[in-house]
């Protein structure tokens, strides 16, 4: 298999973008991307596309040829694949069109991710999202996806000790990051106060525990590494890309407490890059609710189980800390349209390595992870990116 | 790129199968997969599915951990990749995993499919139908999927002087084929005037004309052909694999009489088999409506373009016809659960180049071709299959 490398980024802005339709979105990342890349559209081989549910959010199904077209190249009649992996599509994208490049069947691949939720109502979003758990065994009885995570939260502070603090750590960390980033959603700083003081949603997690719901796009153009250098000087190179599923339902897990999923498919991309948890100097983890990042930090090894939660509220995954961790404002701050997420997690890393995030630059930043979380865990995706120069 | 074999076939029956639910019928197809390729569920390295619409049809998304989950192989936390191209997805996903074992990354792989349809009402079955289409700028206005199809025939007639007879011999064959097939959904023969004296759905297009709504689910093992003969004196090698895409919407194509994306794909898979259309024997293609069967039977390049109707009705593409097409019964007698489908096709042809297929076996199949096509044509999914002994 081949060496693989991104040479291109673009992303919409995240949030409530009432006045851009789905297809709007995703031409614009892709168009950005291409443009970052300095490639022609003629040069594209296929597109891979990350999108959980536009079939409810929008009434859209087979949105892959859709984004082709609507991006012009519908007469190059281009192989374009939609996967969806609920909230880890757009990782489960990028590890698709990885395979595509590294076995020699494409050169020059988008690997994209859009999503359009606020077309339809919050009680509505929720329900869609809830399609992510199991059906007949928990959304059907009236589980909700917060309070599926609420239960993970629960267990994890009642084995190990982890505080509401711990929690809200995570989320005022967030904010921070996401102050530094001028494309995520919300770019102000909270304080602990306010997050620990906020109105419930499913106890313990209260509004500020949760990512919001998000409009937006983001594509990543993927080549061999031997030809990045010709499009780039900074080519990031894949040098893992691991992907691990669980049971849908969390009864059947062997522990709430981690995600099993995330283990994995960490091993699996970490083993593949020749990389321990240590060489990992910054990550875009999936914190869609704190709770899912404080299980994150510890199940992708960086911290021993059950300290995720102090080592955050002691800054050790702030800017600059041990490991710096969602420095894009990571779900919670930056936002997540649920297919770009994975993908933008993607860009946040490429910006890293390339020393392109400017106030929210990791000074050493050489080896960079990424990880996207599917429901409740039944998906996780890792890759793990280096410069490739 | 290795070569690469289908090893193992499974499916359930095809109907309307109230009592077993989506999980119940992902599960059967798998099992008799593995059973008929004669490994274990420890070998399996990765499963791909092909599924249109479970989120709306039973309101579950994320439906490919669901099916390591309910087949047992949650504890292998196996990658497992969801992907959907409409009416294509089984197709899609047996091109995805043919790519993850040509590139070296898996060994063994199970493609399946599988779609629920027949707990919703047939109106709102429809609806889910149509959202394969454009949304935008079709559906919305009330053009559902038979009716855009019905475009196609009546143009497809006016230009080429194709006749109704044309289309009813279609369904005629196919309900032949499907009266040997103790697989498929409706093994009874129709006669012509059956086809012409039934209710119109959208005229030209009657009932006879339109394959059923299934359930149903398919799948196929796939491993590398250097170790096929490991498990089997009859691997069935995939020669070739195109996809390609088209505009979502009929007014944005160049000539609706024509699905330019069956066109390339099939140029695709044949170059890459290095084959041409007089080698293929035997072909299942994607024949949802009639006008369908013979619009692919002239974009595939076994007929001249206009000649397909006339070709059919002569019995050209009957049971050892020049090329036997649909020899299962197709999508409209074998049945169409909509993500099984472009696994199942696949299915038939590896039956028939094993010699499997018993009282509807091609006398001289050697090469067989699937044809599988998304919506309206925005997707077309062609492989080439050929015994690789």
């Known amino acids: 298999m081949r060496d693989v490398a991104i040479i291109g980024i673009g992303e919409t ?20 991307a291409i ?42 009649h281009l192989p374009a694949v939609r996967v969806e992996a609920a909230g880890a599509s757009g990782g489960v994208a990028l590890a698709t069109g990885y395979m595509a490049v590294a ?11 859009a999503e359009k939720m606020t077309d339809v109502g919050d009680t509505q979003a929720l329900q869609i999202l809830s399609a992510t758990a199991d059906q007949e065994w928990e959304s059907v009885f009236g589980a909700t996806f917060p309070s599926l995570y609420a239960m993970m939260a629960r267990r994890h502070m009642h ?3 982890t505080t509401r603090e711990n929690l809200a750590a995570v989320a005022v960390k967030n904010h921070r990051n996401g102050s530094l980033n001028p494309n995520a959603q919300y770019r102000r700083e909270i304080s602990m106060e306010m997050v620990l003081n906020a109105p419930p949603v499913a106890t313990p997690l209260g509004m500020f525990d949760c990512a919001p719901l998000s409009d937006g796009g983001a594509a990543v153009v993927l080549c061999p590494m031997d030809r990045a250098k010709k499009f780039t000087d900074t080519p990031i190179q894949i040098l893992g890309s691991g992907i691990a599923t669980d049971t849908l ?16 498919a960490g091993k699996r991309a970490l083993h593949q890059a020749k990389r321990t948890p240590k060489d990992v100097k910054v990550a875009e983890v999936h914190d869609n609710f704190t709770i899912a990042e404080i299980m ?15 080592a955050t509220e002691e800054g050790l995954t702030a800017l600059n800390g041990e490991v ?47 990880h996207n979380v599917g429901g409740t865990g039944a998906t996780a995706v890792v890759h793990i990116l280096e410069r490739g120069d």
């Open 13 to 32: 802005e995240f949030g409530e973008l009432w006045n851009k339709s789905f297809r709007e979105i995703g031409i614009e990342a892709g168009f950005k």
């Open 35 to 76: 443009e970052d890349a300095g490639i022609t559209s003629q040069q594209i081989d296929a597109l891979y596309i990350g999108n959980m549910s536009a079939g409810k959010f929008i009434e859209q199904e087979h949105v892959a040829p859709l984004v082709a077209d609507y991006s012009g190249l519908a007469d190059m």
């Open 103 to 113: 076995s020699g069947m494409y050169n020059i691949v988008i690997v994209g991710g």
């Open 159 to 161: 084995v190990y000790g």
């Open 249 to 264: 339902a969390l009864h059947n897990r062997r522990d709430i407490c981690t995600m099993d999923a995330t283990v994995i």
């Open 296 to 310: 994150a930090v510890e199940d992708l090894r960086f911290f021993e189980k059950g300290k995720g939660g102090a």
């Open 324 to 370: 710096s961790v969602n420095t894009s404002g990571g779900l919670k701050a930056r936002g997540q349209p649920v297919g770009a997420t994975g993908v933008a997690q993607a860009i946040e890393i490429v910006r890293q390595l390339r020393g392109e995030a400017d106030k929210r630059q990791v000074d050493d930043a050489t080896t960079g992870l990424i």
